[in-house]
């Protein structure tokens, strides 16, 4: 396969031309708003290279998620991660399947690694298409413990996340749905780690009123071990996001910390539900994916 940078070079350096983000990330910006022009690019490459069997199974439950988020409730997408081109597809499978689905798309506000902003121009070019609020991931800091700049980066995450926490509040109740990547990071193949839901998705559980899960199979934008995205790979592929019904929040996490142990870690109970119910929809996403191969 080839990568996504060898088959759309062209597009790729138009759109660092047209990125008007910072690599630099502060307290005051980390809400960016996506950049439509990039946007449009980026969903003219999905269009290439996703097949059109490709679709939203269950569309109607994030179309219910956006009413509710319309009645003023606060609302979150938890989806599983596996490609750059996850968001990417998300709108554009939406897009594709009505007008009320694309209105979703529309309200929704990603929450994206600080690193996609400093790893280079390109992967700036390409996240910065869509609307995000930008964090300082667990993962990230864990990385540097025990080392001279961990003090450093520990007090400029919380500056960071304590931004991020204030636009989050302030977008959720403004008609905004939050979609998060309970896994932080892709999933990689024979990296079990890079699938584990991290605890802090309890905050998010604790945070939110209503929310959706999302299963995805199939992938257009395979991560190579270098974990560079201008080398990922394009695969043209049938993909599926499949999505839960709506689920109340607080009921979901109530039921997840009353079946834990009596010394169990609360927070790891409610991210172990999470991990079951993403496993669930992920072979629900399988299924119907294998109707079109």
Known sequence: MASVMELYYDRAVEMVKNSRHPDTITPENVYQEGNLANRRAVESVVADIIRPESHFANVEAMEKLADLSAQGKSCLILSEHYSNFDIPSIFYLLQKAGTKAAEVADRIVAIASLKLNITSDFVLAFAESFTRVVVYPSRSLEALVGTE?????????????????????????????????????????????????????DSYLKSFDYMVFVGSAGNILVPNPTEKMELDEVHNDVLVHYASEVIDCSAFRSKARAAAPPDADLKQAAADAVSVALDELHAKAEAERAKYL
């Open 149 to 201: 700049k961990y003090d450093a980066e520990k007090t400029y995450s919380r500056e960071i996340n304590r931004a991020a926490l204030k636009q989050m509040i302030r977008l959720k109740y403004d008609g905004r749905i939050i979609l998060v990547f309970p896994s932080g990071t892709r999933y990689r193949p024979g990296k079990p780690d890079t699938k584990r839901v991290l605890k802090e998705v």
